[in-house]
């Protein structure tokens, strides 16, 4: 048991909702601690992103106890607490499987681990020590059965129980371990990150969906760039993502995707918001480019080639990563703007400005300046082009082509400013 005069963190940076539900499941007659997470970063000196419950109710008891709740959930039902905007989740104990009753697969992963049980079995089933800590709003201790403290103070990160079987049982943890201590600023264990070299092909069991809901954790984490790093030093971005295979070994693919990922940590630091759909075109962009110029040296129309090359891409990356389907037109439309951007004549600027992923399509364009993929006037030019008066629009517009005599058609009116979309 951890005293406040020890740990220091007050019952005041609790959030409100999670002090009303532990609140009110004790005066209940129950237990309930903010778990997770949570205690983590504020011993760190952090602000959580929210706040979790941890208690003995079953899911049905709190939902007795708070009228504004909701059981979720198929495998393991947890509650949903709303206090105002506040969504807090509820969990009740879970307790280790043993291994004579544990559900595996053949590599020994998990595939139910659903059973309610005591406090200190839900600190067991948890993965690293540092996740495993109880705060106590009413008494502001901290409980700590596996020196979680201690590791947070020395900023280690290290695994409950042995490696070797907590990687088979949720090969996730390999990800989560280089997400956690690219965030944090921790370092992994020794005995933590051995085994992760020759276990790494463990991932290919990992259902797509879980995959993908790490791998948008890294990448939306504000520390994206130190997570790819990572994964590079620990060898886990081969055969992970093909898109990592080829954008860390491309020294211009690598110069594009990490100012990409710059820009999204940068947007993440200043509470901006930013589109999945945006990052993941940008990851993939010069997989999609290299197909396209392959086809369009095969002989294939540059239009149709484009086309053919995104949804080549597209299907590969699916096969090891589930981008959802909804996330697809956006990049589509992102891509076949850049091509677009080539065309400064005539009416064609004037049809782009209109579009209503311009925005997002002209951010895009100027990565691809900055990583030197384009020359820098095209995106100067696109810069002072949508805000410039309709006198000076027409002074900047390129002939139609060498020695064309046609007359020009006059300008559009200037359309109206764009939607700004949220973007990486």
């Known amino acids: 048991m951890i005293p406040f005069e020890l740990h220091g963190v007050p019952r005041e940076q609790i959030s409100y909702g999670a002090q009303k539900v532990t609140d009110g499941l004790q005066a209940a007659g129950y237990q309930a601690y ?240 930013v589109s999945p759909a945006f990052l993941f075109a940008a990851l993939l962009w010069h997989e999609v480019l290299a197909a396209w110029n392959l086809r369009v040296q095969q002989g294939e129309r540059p239009v149709g080639a484009m086309h053919e090359a995104m949804d080549e891409v597209l299907a590969r990356q699916k096969e090891q990563l589930a981008i959802p389907h909804r996330h697809d037109a956006v990049m589509k439309e992102i891509w076949l703007l850049q091509q677009r951007f080539e065309q400064r004549a005539g009416q064609r600027p004037f049809r782009l400005l209109e579009q209503p992923r311009f925005r997002a399509g002209f951010d895009f364009l100027l990565l691809r300046c900055a990583s030197g993929e384009v020359n820098d006037e095209l995106g100067l030019w696109w810069d002072e082009f949508q805000d410039a008066s309709i006198e000076r629009q027409a002074e900047m517009l390129q002939p139609e082509g060498a020695g064309d005599k046609k007359r020009r058609r006059k300008p559009r009116k200037k359309p109206q400013a764009v939607a700004n979309e949220p973007v990486a």
């Not at 944090?184 to 992760?196: C, E, H, S």
């Open 34 to 273: 903010v778990v997770g997470g949570a205690v983590r970063d504020l011993l760190l000196k952090r602000i959580p992103k929210d706040f979790d419950v941890a208690t003995d109710a079953t899911p049905e008891e709190v939902r007795r106890v708070f009228r504004r709740s909701r059981i979720i959930g198929r495998r393991f039902q947890i509650v949903h607490v709303m206090f105002g905007e506040e969504v807090v989740e509820v969990s009740t104990f879970r307790s280790m499987i043993e291994a004579e009753d544990a559900q595996t697969d053949e590599h020994g992963r998990l595939l139910r681990d659903n059973q309610f049980g005591d406090r200190e079995q839900d600190a067991a089933r948890r993965d690293f020590t540092a996740n495993a800590l109880f705060y106590d709003p009413s008494t502001q201790e901290i409980l700590d059965y596996h020196n979680g403290y201690a590791d947070t103070r020395k900023r280690l990160l290290r695994m409950i129980g042995d490696p070797l079987v907590r990687y088979r049982e949720d090969p996730v943890r390999m990800l989560r371990a280089v997400r956690l201590s690219a965030k944090l600023g921790m370092q992994i264990d020794a005995a933590t990150a051995a085994p992760i070299a020759g276990m790494k092909n463990l991932l290919d069991n990992v259902p797509q969906s879980r995959l993908l809901d790490e791998v948008l954790k890294m990448l939306l984490s504000g520390h994206s760039v130190e997570c790819i790093q990572q994964l590079r030093k620990m060898n886990l971005h081969h055969g992970l993502l093909p898109l990592l295979d080829v954008i860390l070994e491309q020294p211009m693919g690598e110069k594009f995707v990490m100012l990409a990922l710059r820009n999204t940590d940068e947007r993440l630091s200043q509470d901006k918001t």
